[in-house]
């Protein structure tokens, strides 16, 4: 995870390609250069897993898999485009239509997220684990506003929204 970090770092910051996806969501070469890595590398050591990715056409046959990859190579594309370090490459192992292993990798600002199943979660290889608290008063809750707005402890000055698309920026204030 950390060599597909070096790519996007290639990227982050530079001149690069991008388009819209049918759809309209934007993608970028450094999403796709990623994807080529990580689909060349996982598979390449697990031959036997099936792909599944944001940026690849989807191969049914995973479907007949044991096990899955499942891949976004720059999740938060938008931020990644305007040079805020919001961005995380991600990957998880699905076995059985299960989660088991997942990677949340922000590069620019070194932060690796991995979970694996029966073993917790990690920040750098340091334990993280969720709050003790039973208050929402006080909380920062990141979402879009439109799930959370409408929902009363957001519409208190108990309570703090910070809208958001970007997956590291939810994972960052759940860490702290």
Sequence with gaps: MRDAGKIALKYFHGSFKRWNKEGGSPVTEADLAIDAFLKSELTGARPDYGWLSEE????PTRLKR????VVDPIDGTVAFMKGRPHFTICAAVVEQGRPVAGVVFNPALDECFTAALGQGAHLNDTP?????TSRIEGLKLLGDRSLFG???PCRSKASTLLPTGSSW??????TR
């Design 56 to 59: 690849s056409v989807d191969d």
């Design 66 to 69: 044991a096990r899955t990859f």
């Design 128 to 132: 993280i684990h969720v709050g003790q």
């Design 150 to 152: 409408a929902w009363p």
């Design 169 to 174: 920026s939810r994972r960052r204030v759940m």
